[in-house]
Nanobody, 130 residues
Framework: QVQLVESGGGSVQAGDSLRLSCAAS????????MGWFRQYPGMEREGVAT????????FAADSVEGRFTVSHDNAANTLYLQMNNLRPEDTAMYYC???????????????????????WGQGTQVTVSS
């Protein structure tokens, strides 16, 4: 089993930056795609950014394009999300996730569908004040 643990969330002001980390452990060698999702109270989880590990291709939601950057350190089995120019609308619980092993293509990774991701971290809260 794969286990994911997020860290790095906090309370900041608009315009500030944060970097989230997601440490992976367990049987991770066949994981082709990892990503970040966020969830507002009472809402469904939505995709933020994903990375297709074999090619290192990255994908980002329109709402964060140009501000957030996802990366992955293979040796450390750690996923990162660099968040710059944060806005109050970015306030949410952020989750790290791994794509189900039956989904292997970069196209699946790019879709950022929560239902396609089978392993989730516990979440880390990001709060941005104006």
């Amino acid at each position: 089993q794969v286990q994911l643990v997020e860290s790095g969330g906090g309370s900041v002001q608009a315009g500030d930056s944060l970097r989230l980390s997601c440490a992976a452990s367990g049987d991770t060698h066949r994981t082709a795609c990892m990503g970040w999702f966020r969830q507002y109270p009472g809402m469904e989880r939505e995709g933020v950014a994903t990375i297709y590990i074999p090619s290192r291709a990255t994908f980002a939601a329109d709402s964060v394009e140009g501000r957030f950057t996802v990366s992955h350190d293979n040796a450390a089995n750690t996923l990162y999300l660099q968040m710059n120019n944060l806005r109050p609308e970015d306030t949410a619980m952020y989750y790290c996730a791994a794509l189900r092993r039956s989904y292997r293509s970069g196209q699946d990774c790019a879709q950022m569908r929560a239902a396609d991701f089978g392993v989730w971290g516990q979440g880390t809260q990001v709060t941005v004040s104006s």
